[in-house]
């Protein structure tokens, strides 16, 4: 199991950009996929980006494609999301979660989230 700290959010105009980091503690996230999700008021939460064990696959909801980059760096043990070009649609609770297995996410773990504010 690992915990997940995430950080990063704030409030930017559209066309800005935002990292966001996610750290975790525990002894087996350089086993796990990582990703990115989100949620904005009234929706549900959706899935935004993940990323292989080793970092060598990537996967990307079609909204975020080629907008955001997911990344990871197991020494650190983190893992960061950059979006860029960022639309007020994009406002929401971004939360980090990890899982057991990739492709399929199976969110063993799962952040508190952090905000994030597109202003028009």
């Known amino acids: 199991q690992v915990q997940l700290v995430e950080s990063g959010g704030g409030l930017v105009q559209t066309g800005g950009s935002l990292r966001l980091s996610c750290a975790a503690s525990g002894r087996t996230f350089s086993s796990k996929a990582m990703g990115w999700f989100r949620q904005a008021p009234g929706k549900e939460r959706e899935f935004v980006a993940a990323?292989?064990?080793?970092?060598?696959?990537?996967r990307y909801a079609d909204s975020v494609k080629g907008l955001f980059i997911i990344s990871r760096d197991n020494a650190k043990k983190t893992v960061s999301l950059q979006m860029n070009s960022l639309k007020p649609e994009d406002t929401a609770v971004y939360y980090c979660a990890s899982s057991a297995s990739y492709p399929t996410f199976t969110g063993d773990s799962w952040g508190q989230g952090t905000q994030v504010t597109v202003s028009s």
């Open positions: 990323i292989s064990w080793n970092g060598g696959s990537t």
